[in-house]
């Protein structure tokens, strides 16, 4: 049983830097996996895309607040995906979620994890 979690995250100032990563438990290297992705959910608001990497070609995608800033990658022997986060802002303050899709209509989440940028 696939169970994603993730690394703490933590207060820094703006400007700083933080990396996220997730780890996928349970899961095999050899089994299929289409993409992962990080979300976030900043308070009082709905859970949003941040960035994803479909898993065979490493192809990344993300959204316009944090292009440039942000970069997601992948160990596909070890079935985890990393988040670093750079030149943060206080915008970016919200909760984090690593997300798995194995490409079969099935979605496994990670329990979240608080990132926090003071101004």
């Known amino acids: 049983q696939t169970k994603l979690v993730e690394s703490e995250g933590g207060l820094v100032q703006a ?7 997730c780890v996928a438990n349970g899961r095999s290297s050899i089994e299929y996996t289409y993409m ?3 979300y976030r959910q900043p308070p009082g608001k709905e859970r949003q ?3 994803s990497i479909t898993w065979r070609n490493g192809y990344t995608s993300y959204a316009a607040s944090v292009e440039g800033r942000f970069s997601i990658s992948r160990d ?5 995906v990393d988040l670093q986060m750079n030149n943060l802002r206080p915008e970016d303050t919200a909760t ?5 899709d194995d490409g079969s209509g099935r979605e496994y989440w990670g329990q979240g994890t608080q990132v926090v940028v003071s101004s």
Request: proline share 0%; aromatic share 14%.
């Open 96 to 100: 984090y979620y690593c997300n798995l």
């Open 76 to 80: 596909r022997d070890k079935v985890t």
């Open 15 to 21: 400007g700083g830097s933080l990396r996220l990563s």
């Open 49 to 51: 895309l941040v960035a």
């Open 36 to 38: 992962m992705a990080w």
